[in-house]
C-alpha cells in the first residue's frame, strides 16, 4: 500500500460535548418512554421478569410464566433481573430498560478504547521528514471516534439495540472481547482474562456459535499478527482457561442440580445450540443478499475500501484484529440458522473499527458521496415525519392524515410540549450539523461521517418523541392484557393457553398478571393465539368452549388472541 500522511489538523479532536451528546441521543430514545414490545424485545423482559419474582429455580432455567426458555442463555437477563430488583421503586420494564442503556454505554466505550489502542501503534503511520505528521495518539484518538460515530451510523443496528435482548447483549460482549484482544498487545494477561470472560459471555447468551467464533478470532490472532504472536503464550494460556471455566459454570449447575427439570433444560440448550451449526440454503444466502447492504449501511462499503486499500500491511495489529474479527463473525452468521438478524449485526463493531482505519485513504469523491446521500436521505426522512405528524395532528390534508392515523387505530394525538421541543432542536441540529460540514472546515478524519450519524440520529428521535405514543400504541400489549383481565372473575388461577407466543405470554403476564398455564384439562378458561390467514377468519371455538373475548393490537390483522370459556 502507498504511505499516506494524516496531519495534525486531520486528527483533530472531535468535542467532547459533541461525542457525548450524540451517544446519549443514539442510547436513550427507543428505550424510555415505552413499554417492552413484540418478539426478542418482549421475550427478554419476560425471561427477566420471571427471575426478578422468581427463585433459585428461575435464575438457572430461564423461563417466561412458568414455560421453559432453553434456546436463550440467562446473563443478559440476570443483568435486567438485578436492575429489577435493585431499583423496585420503578416499573419492572424501565429498570430493565436502565440495564439495556448501561449495557449500550458499555458497548460504546470498549469500542472506543480498543479502537485507540489499536490505532496509536507508532508503526501504524508513515515517517515524516516534515513533523507535519498527527502524533499516534492525536490519530489514535480520531480513528476511535470515527469507529463510534461509523457504529451509531449504521441503519440496521438501531431498532435491534434499542430491545432487551440477548441479540444486543451479545454484541456488547463482541467489543469488550475486542477491547481485551486490542490491550493483550501490551497486557496479555489481562486482555486475555477479560476476552475470556466474554468468550463464556457469549456461550451463556447466543450460545456455544458466536463462543466458537471468538474463540477462532482469540486462536487466529497469533498466526495473522507478529504482535500478538509475541505474547501468544501468555494471551492464549490466560484467554482459553478463562472462557472454558467461566463458560461452563452455568451448564455445570444445570448438570448438577437435583432437579429433573434442570437436566431437560441442559439437553434442549445443548439441541437448541447443535442446530445453529450448519450451512446456508438458497433462501438463507437471499435474505442475507437482500439485507445486508442496507442493514450495515455505510459500514461495508467503508471497511471493504480498507480491506483493499491496507492489503499490504494486514499485519498490522490496527488491521489484523478488525478484519480477522469481521471474517469470521461473518461466516459465522452465514452458519447460524437460527435469528439470521441476530447474527447478521454480530460483525458490525469489527466492521466499525475497520472502516475508521480506512477514512484516512478514503478519496474525497467518496467522501462527498456518502455526505451527499446522507444529507438528501435524513434530510427527506425528517421532512417526512414532520409533514405526516403535523397532518395527523391537525387533520389535513386529509390523504396524509388518514395515512397517518393508519398506523395507530383509534390513537388521538396530542400536542406535547416536551415531544415537540426535543423534536425542534434535534432538527435545528441537523441544520447546523448540514452547515458546519459544507463549510471551510478542517479536514478532520472523522468529518466524512458525522452526517451520516447525526442524520440516522435525528430520524430515531424524531421518530421516538413524535410518534412514540402511536408507535407504543400499535405495538404494547397492555390493553389486551387489561381486556382479558377484565373478563375474568377475580378469583381465577388457572388460564390454559394454546398456541401462544412466548412474547405475549410475557406482556399478557406482566400487564394483566393473569395466571397462564400451559394445555391444562383442569382449567376452564383458555387463551388461544391465531395468526396468519386463520386470524381473518370468523373463530370456531372447539367442542364444549364457547367464545367471551376476541382482541388485536390496531392494524395487526395477522395476530388474533382470542378468549374462551368451559360452560
Request: glycine share 8%; charged share 15%.
Amino acid at each position: 500500500m502507498r504511505s499516506f500522511l494524516v496531519t495534525d489538523l486531520q486528527a483533530g479532536k472531535l468535542p467532547r460535548w459533541g461525542l457525548w451528546l450524540l451517544s446519549l441521543l443514539y442510547i436513550i430514545p427507543g428505550l424510555a418512554g415505552r413499554d417492552p414490545w413484540r418478539a426478542a424485545d418482549a421475550l427478554g423482559f419476560g425471561v427477566s421478569l420471571a427471575m426478578a419474582r422468581g427463585g433459585a429455580t428461575q435464575w438457572l432455567m430461564p423461563e417466561i410464566a412458568g414455560e421453559p426458555v432453553p434456546d436463550e442463555g440467562p446473563l443478559p437477563h440476570w443483568l435486567a433481573a438485578l436492575a429489577i430488583r435493585a431499583l423496585p421503586a420503578l416499573p419492572a420494564h424501565v429498570a430493565a430498560q436502565f440495564a439495556a442503556m448501561a449495557l449500550l454505554g458499555l458497548m460504546f466505550v470498549a469500542l472506543w478504547y480498543a479502537t485507540l489502542q489499536l490505532a496509536r501503534q507508532p508503526r501504524l503511520l508513515p515517517a515524516d521528514p516534515f513533523d507535519a505528521r498527527a502524533t499516534p495518539t492525536d490519530f489514535g484518538r480520531a480513528v476511535a471516534d470515527s469507529a463510534l460515530l461509523l457504529l451509531m451510523a449504521t441503519v440496521g443496528l438501531i431498532a435491534p439495540l434499542h430491545e432487551n435482548s440477548a441479540d444486543a447483549a451479545q454484541l456488547v460482549w463482541i467489543a469488550v472481547f475486542l477491547f481485551g484482544a486490542a490491550i493483550a498487545i501490551d497486557r496479555p494477561l489481562r486482555g486475555g482474562l477479560i476476552a475470556g470472560a466474554m468468550i463464556a459471555a457469549a456461550v451463556t447468551t447466543r450460545g456455544l456459535l458466536p463462543a466458537a467464533a471468538l474463540t477462532v478470532i482469540a486462536l487466529g490472532l497469533p498466526l495473522v499478527s507478529s504482535a500478538w504472536r509475541v505474547v501468544a503464550a501468555r494471551w492464549l494460556l490466560t484467554a482459553l482457561p478463562a472462557a472454558i471455566a467461566l463458560g461452563l459454570a452455568w451448564p455445570l449447575a444445570l448438570a448438577m442440580s437435583d432437579q429433573p427439570a434442570a437436566a431437560i433444560h441442559l439437553r434442549q440448550w445443548l439441541a437448541w445450540n447443535a442446530a445453529q451449526f450448519g450451512l446456508p440454503d438458497t433462501a438463507g444466502l437471499g435474505y442475507y443478499a437482500r439485507t445486508v447492504p442496507w442493514f450495515l449501511w455505510p459500514l461495508w462499503p467503508v471497511a471493504t475500501w480498507a480491506m483493499l486499500r491496507w492489503r499490504g500491511r494486514l499485519d498490522e495489529p490496527a488491521l489484523a484484529l478488525p478484519t480477522l474479527s469481521a471474517v469470521v463473525l461473518a461466516v459465522a452468521a452465514l452458519a447460524g440458522s437460527d435469528a439470521p438478524e441476530g447474527f447478521i449485526i454480530q460483525p458490525a463493531a469489527a466492521l466499525a473499527m475497520l472502516a475508521a482505519m480506512g477514512l484516512p485513504t478514503l478519496r474525497r469523491s467518496i467522501t462527498s458521496l456518502i455526505d451527499w446521500f446522507a444529507v438528501m436521505t435524513y434530510t427527506l426522512i425528517g421532512l417526512v415525519v414532520w409533514a405526516y405528524w403535523l397532518a395527523w395532528l391537525i387533520g389535513a390534508p386529509r390523504p396524509m392524515a388518514a395515512s397517518a392515523s393508519a398506523l395507530s387505530p383509534g390513537f388521538q394525538p396530542q400536542w406535547s410540549p416536551g415531544a415537540l421541543a426535543l423534536g425542534a432542536a434535534a432538527t435545528l441540529a441537523w441544520l447546523a450539523l448540514v452547515r458546519w460540514r459544507v463549510a471551510r472546515h478542517r479536514p478532520a478524519l472523522w468529518r466524512p461521517v458525522t452526517l451520516s450519524c447525526g442524520g440516522l440520529v435525528l430520524a430515531w428521535l424524531l421518530l421516538m418523541t413524535l410518534w412514540l405514543p402511536a408507535i407504543n400504541q400499535r405495538n404494547t400489549y397492555r390493553e389486551l392484557a387489561g381486556q382479558i383481565a377484565a373478563q375474568l372473575p377475580a378469583d381465577q388461577d388457572c388460564i390454559a393457553t394454546l398456541a401462544l407466543g412466548r412474547a405475549q405470554r410475557a406482556m399478557l403476564q406482566y400487564f394483566g398478571g393473569l395466571p397462564l398455564a400451559a394445555a391444562d384439562p383442569a382449567c376452564r378458561w383458555r387463551i388461544e393465539q391465531v395468526s396468519g390467514p386463520a386470524a381473518r377468519r370468523p373463530a370456531e371455538p372447539p367442542p364444549g368452549w364457547a367464545l367471551v373475548w376476541e382482541g388485536a393490537r390496531p392494524r395487526d390483522r395477522d395476530e388474533v388472541l382470542r378468549l374462551y370459556r368451559q360452560p
